[in-house]
């Protein structure tokens, strides 16, 4: 594939479907048996439920366990979920047992995928990598940990590079166990398309975003209709200091000590300055941002080539081929009016970008809008795409 | 297929595909090649946009010609519409050209789906029949015709057989031509599990329905935000009185004559009596409906009787192997709080209908509710779905 | 005043304000000194801040104590409020101290409204009744009790005859302490042109009820905005055993045995079969009610009859003088489309309902749409009429 | 009154009436007849509902003359308007026989309030100058004449001193006629809060906003439902080039040149950067706009300095007395998640603005989230405050 993008015009986008469906033989899976046991903690949740929907038809990954409280402990998945997606229970998460949230019945997966809500993930995701398992979550608790890599799968893979440091620094030190985050959803949609401009043009040293963030982001029940419906609440407790501290992670590089020792380095060489106004409106699924960013590089790249770089852009997922990558990471569309959440949250299954309005900025250098689908690459999908990474990486031996 | 519904609790059904996702071995298509051609009038209309993604995938009918308004024809369809579902543009459609609707354009199509707007609809699908053409039409123009049956595929085939009399009637007499209609969305979606009811139970004597309509039941730009957010309207223009008429057509029966003519008899034999409370809300696909009725027999079926008949209906596009035919024609909800449309809409890509809330009237016997997708069964699949049983019946030579 | 009501045209109706703007001198109040102590129970909920609300500009009534939950008490009304209403807290409830719901604390208040919460109203509402307090209650613990009327003030004002019976079989006796409910918000909206309908052809026989109710119904936090938005849930826990029963205790009289003794007759004399379906959908106040009815007169009433019945309706609340009492208990439209909540639930500050669209139905005799403000006429404003109904009627000396 | 804004908590402030119901005797009316007849153009419109909603309550104002489309003329304004308001059409237009918008019809006005929409509005309201009109217009199209004052009413009163000019460059000059504008609904909202800072704090330099506007600011029809429910369009067309530029003609000064001309400097002594990003969001009424500046001053004002100072924000529209202006132009919120539209649109009428969320910018200066009510001072009630300046100011004699 020589291309990760696509220039779209109001028809001149394909709604190509995942890597996933085109052949996987050049996979190095040892034997194309598709038989990786991985579990879910927190199934019941709203993002447990994206999980098990978008893991049903994986083709490596293999439902095994299903984790939530012990209310739900000894039930059908079917008997014990409040099931709110539009799609209705895969067939193979229905009738599975639901396991209380201890490593033991875990033991058989190769990969853990941790949906749960930050009141309980940091001491039941400890639990699970102190018995070595391998845990992708989806919580902020262990984010800001210098020793935990916060990875969004399209940006920065290589921080995967820490995980041995973290291992080594339990005790006693692990062989398999480590914790790997994603990022807060309104963080992962703006942070894919500057990272493919840094990628471009060099440091970007400003930057502004403003929110439009969907109910479903807050969980379930989340936001009361009487809240939001007909409304905008200009305020998500906590969202604007994730997204401005977040940012640097992710977006900075991986320094190495003379020791060997490494740290994340905050994107400190080149100071990056973030200021974000979070907003929560009425839309069911579907980040919108409104980003104005300032480059280092003066002149700074015309909005042709800003275009250019994000159309062409191509990332490491990609290239080695996971399965839930899509085929391009940034859809870019030419239409003065897009993307807009509801006709464009769920292309490519929601696993890519959409990027659009790309112009310059009277203040700082650039604007444009992006929209991500926030229950997937903004959260399921990212975890997902992070384990088919560590996979490909040689990071877990399956 | 032993079954055409099933008994779902809140997981216990399938999220089945459709038949046409089954082997399709056992159609009596000649040659297997899949290429029955086929055009779009109204091509960029809501209906038109309907039609166009469920045609891109099916495996008998290929897009052949695409028919709008002088004002699009001449344009690629991607440049002709102001495309608004939330797939993309399929890419068998993106590049045709759009034509203007006139036979000549469409002479090569063994079918010919009408999703043209009244207006319009009267004069050219008639000019299409007088060139021998076979149309099938989501408009209301024809529906009261004595001659043009108003099908739901899954209650009333049987009115085919009216085709033969209308082509006679036409001067010169056609051989191949012909208008079938199918309903309004509203009246679809009640009459198919009262047409298993009257199936099972014997005539319904009285009917009292208030629906809860979707706004893409308007089409586009249709009804105005300021009209319908944070409301409802309680009254849609002719929508009552298209109810209880057409209810009676496809419910009822043909008579024939001593001189073998055939004609409609309206539910004649056991009267029928419709009342209609026609809503609007805001929702954007899906029509719910409030149902009560009350059976001839004394004593009336039980709920838990009731309930076994919608499971246990199946219908002749399923044993003939229509390929637009769901699995499951009604998916009976043991939930109490369901069919919902943003839940229950896409179930089956919206071809079947969804009930749920079976329980007795105070009033009369029955009282339930029933979700259908307007702008799918509710409107392309029906005629589609009616394409394809004219093929399999014999009725289109391909 | 010799019309309570008025036959509207799109423009024909008056923005008329409610009585109490109008001269209130020929009202038996003693002093004109418009000073009767009333306190809110539950005055930090959503009822409660209505009450608050409609208080504050009150005629007669001054806000004297406010209760809630313990964790508010001791606060001020601002200070432990999440308000959520449209306009801002009248200064006169902004400073005052929130106390815990003992009756102690209420003891200088002539009447006392409860907008409690039903699984703590029962025990606090007893407990204040016992302490000598007439308790005007929202709630629906006591509705079913055989000695508490449960009153729509323009409907049964008559059924406040049962107190003394309710004081005497208190132990010991009551000499000013009585519970007295009003009706839940959606059998309110019906039953209030139901009984001008009664009133002016005698009895119904039938009555089918399709209700579309907003989401303030539920209180606060309520439902889920992921569970409404673009959606309808066809089912509302207890709400149509709710409709079917109360609407028999309203609209049934009082009988009076040989020894004096009373007892609410439940429409016994003719029997009234109710059958109600109820929906909650995508509207912050204002519910939406298509009723359908059959009439014990042959041949029931013309649609004409019926509507001039409803235009001419006038009730004892209005002739007896009561502030919060409006102009038209019944607004009549005649434009097609109306009424429609967000258009017509403020009108008379949600005190009145409007009925539109009558017409004939094909299965009962009548049909028609009514809109009552769920939060007003529904909920608070019952309850204060129903207390200034109390006043001027003598039950309560003040 | 010595303070025009109030500091605010949730409970702080106070729900205050507009001006005009505090008394007006220190008004310079000649007479206190409350007499002054003005017209309404395009008084069916959206906006045109608005005024007529406003100007029946109005102290000095009285709707005397209706125009709008030849269609409409001749009818009750009952009978021509499609009345779109939740409140019901104020009794004193009911019966008004609108006109068309021809001079002659309002040359017994002493201001004509113009709704009109863009498309008529610069031909009639031209001939409104012409025949000695005093034309206060809400539509675009003179907004960017030089000789044309584009007047927010807080924000640069000082600007009418540009009429003189306009009417002696008209042939022949005029001595009572003229056309005064006020400002687009998103520039509006914004400005005020800028005004004042840039009173207390020197120049602004930069300036980035992002708007979530409501639906009402299109119009009626305006935005399809089908393209605004459960979603956001990142795009309203040339809104963005409108805030831009808008705001500089207001906030810059006027230039006297040596011969007494007088033009409009655009801000040009201190250079104004302006970068807008529009969105529509699914919210009926009130546009909330995220804001970001930097002043030229260093160091800037702090985020309590910026507060202080919009808590004390006074304006000549106050000073002077202007009965549609509110006691608060600026209302300032505490708490963290507010203003909201649906909570604080209807504060005052809608005639001032809110603006909470006041915090530093880690890339500019200062950031705060600004609400306004874009139908009242987004709209009519910008244009109604300007010609109750005139009036004060001596530009038109009554």
Redesign the interface.
């Given at each position: 594939m020589s291309s990760s993008a696509t220039m779209s015009?109001?028809?001149?986008?394909?709604?190509s479907p995942l890597l996933w469906k085109y052949p996987l033989h050049n996979l190095n899976m040892q034997d194309g048996s598709g038989s990786i046991n991985v579990g879910v903690l927190g199934a019941t949740g709203t993002v447990g439920q994206r999980f098990i929907t978008l893991l049903a038809d994986h083709p490596w990954f293999v439902l095994h366990a299903l984790g939530a409280s012990p209310r739900s402990a000894g039930k059908?998945?079917?008997?014990a979920?409040n099931?709110?997606?539009?799609?209705?229970?895969?067939?193979v998460a229905?009738d599975l047992i639901v396991k209380e949230c201890i490593p033991e019945h875990f033991k058989d997966c190769a990969v853990v995928f941790s949906g749960l809500d930050a009141d309980v993930a940091g001491e039941i995701e400890e639990a699970f990598r102190a018995a070595d398992l391998a845990v992708f979550s989806n919580a902020k608790n262990y984010r800001r940990d210098p020793l935990v890599p916060l990875i969004v799968p399209y940006v920065n893979p290589s921080h995967l590079s820490i995980l041995p440091q973290q291992q080594l620094s339990h005790s006693p030190p692990l062989t398999k166990g480590f914790i790997v985050t994603n990022a807060n959803c309104s963080t992962t949609g703006c942070v894919i398309p500057l990272s493919a401009l840094e990628k471009a043009f060099g440091p970007i040293e400003?930057?502004?975003v403003?929110t439009?963030q969907a109910?479903?982001g807050a969980g379930?029940?989340?936001?009361?209709?009487?809240?939001?419906?007909?409304?905008?609440?200009?305020?998500i407790?906590g969202e604007e200091e994730k997204m401005?501290w977040e940012m640097l992670k992710i977006l900075g590089g991986i320094s190495k000590a003379d020791d060997g020792s490494r740290a994340f380095d905050m994107h400190a060489t080149h100071p990056l300055?973030?200021?974000a106004?979070c907003?929560r409106?009425?839309?069911?699924d579907g980040h919108?941002e409104?980003v104005?960013i300032r480059f280092a590089q003066r002149p700074p790249p015309s909005p042709q080539q800003v275009r250019e770089a994000l159309v062409g852009f191509t990332c490491e997922a990609q290239t080695l081929g996971c399965p839930s990558a899509p085929r391009h990471v940034v859809s870019v569309h030419e239409e003065?009016?897009?993307?807009?959440?509801?006709?464009d949250?769920?292309?490519q299954n929601g696993a890519g970008v959409s990027v659009?309005?790309i112009r310059q900025?009277?203040?700082?250098d650039i604007?444009f809008?992006v929209l991500s689908n926030n229950v997937s690459i903004g959260a399921a999908t990212s975890s997902i795409v992070n384990a088919e990474l560590a996979i490909l990486k040689g990071v877990i031996q399956c």
């Amino acid at each position: 594939m020589s291309s990760s993008a696509t220039m779209s015009t109001g028809t001149d986008y394909s709604d190509s479907p995942l890597l996933w469906k085109y052949p996987l033989h050049n996979l190095n899976m040892q034997d194309g048996s598709g038989s990786i046991n991985v579990g879910v903690l927190g199934a019941t949740g709203t993002v447990g439920q994206r999980f098990i929907t978008l893991l049903a038809d994986h083709p490596w990954f293999v439902l095994h366990a299903l984790g939530a409280s012990p209310r739900s402990a000894g039930k059908t998945y079917s008997a014990a979920v409040n099931w709110k997606q539009a799609n209705h229970i895969p067939a193979v998460a229905r009738d599975l047992i639901v396991k209380e949230c201890i490593p033991e019945h875990f033991k058989d997966c190769a990969v853990v995928f941790s949906g749960l809500d930050a009141d309980v993930a940091g001491e039941i995701e400890e639990a699970f990598r102190a018995a070595d398992l391998a845990v992708f979550s989806n919580a902020k608790n262990y984010r800001r940990d210098p020793l935990v890599p916060l990875i969004v799968p399209y940006v920065n893979p290589s921080h995967l590079s820490i995980l041995p440091q973290q291992q080594l620094s339990h005790s006693p030190p692990l062989t398999k166990g480590f914790i790997v985050t994603n990022a807060n959803c309104s963080t992962t949609g703006c942070v894919i398309p500057l990272s493919a401009l840094e990628k471009a043009f060099g440091p970007i040293e400003s930057l502004l975003v403003t929110t439009m963030q969907a109910i479903s982001g807050a969980g379930y029940p989340g936001v009361p209709a009487l809240d939001i419906m007909d409304n905008v609440i200009p305020f998500i407790s906590g969202e604007e200091e994730k997204m401005e501290w977040e940012m640097l992670k992710i977006l900075g590089g991986i320094s190495k000590a003379d020791d060997g020792s490494r740290a994340f380095d905050m994107h400190a060489t080149h100071p990056l300055r973030v200021s974000a106004s979070c907003n929560r409106v009425p839309v069911i699924d579907g980040h919108t941002e409104c980003v104005s960013i300032r480059f280092a590089q003066r002149p700074p790249p015309s909005p042709q080539q800003v275009r250019e770089a994000l159309v062409g852009f191509t990332c490491e997922a990609q290239t080695l081929g996971c399965p839930s990558a899509p085929r391009h990471v940034v859809s870019v569309h030419e239409e003065p009016d897009r993307p807009q959440p509801r006709l464009d949250r769920y292309y490519q299954n929601g696993a890519g970008v959409s990027v659009g309005r790309i112009r310059q900025c009277q203040v700082l250098d650039i604007k444009f809008v992006v929209l991500s689908n926030n229950v997937s690459i903004g959260a399921a999908t990212s975890s997902i795409v992070n384990a088919e990474l560590a996979i490909l990486k040689g990071v877990i031996q399956c």
